[in-house]
């Protein structure tokens, strides 16, 4: 089930409602001297979740790839990238050794800033070039769904 917020949030006339946590708990009256009667609506909260799943071109680039993966999380957390890790796969037939970097966003519009504040910056590409010379990925974005 989602949160539950009044209409008025987005865009009633004389006021304006906040959210505290999980509630909306809090109204504000802009001046009108009236608070607008709350009409309730579902808003459904979803995490995006990014899984980039890279695949070394070979056992001796390891430790490059390691330090250029480095380099892509801090520029990934640098704009706005959440719960940025790095997981390597330790048992997984042909997968072992494949590495994955997943990233969260707390909604569409927020993944959507990201993705062009990380793959417009001129260092990502740069190095984007660089690891395509040593390995190559594939990226996976979902969502959560709640049942």
Aim: with cysteine; charged share 20%.
């Amino acid at each position: 089930m989602g949160l539950r917020t009044p209409d008025s949030q987005f865009g009633c006339p004389g006021g304006r409602a906040t959210t505290e946590g999980n509630s909306p708990v809090h109204w504000v009256n802009q001046g009108t001297g009236q608070i607008p009667e709350p009409k309730w609506k579902e808003v459904v909260r979803m995490t995006i979740v990014s899984a980039v799943v890279i695949q070394p071109r070979s056992g001796e680039v390891w430790e490059e790839l390691q330090k250029q993966l480095k380099k892509a999380i801090q520029i990934v957390t640098k704009h706005g990238g959440e719960n940025v890790t790095l997981l390597v796969t330790v048992i997984g037939g042909k997968q072992t050794n494949v590495l994955t970097m997943l990233v969260t966003a707390e909604n569409w519009t927020k993944f959507g800033q990201i993705q062009e504040a990380v793959y417009g910056d001129p260092k990502m590409q740069a190095l984007m070039v660089e690891t395509g010379k040593i390995a190559t990925w594939e990226i996976y974005t979902a969502q959560t769904l709640e049942l």
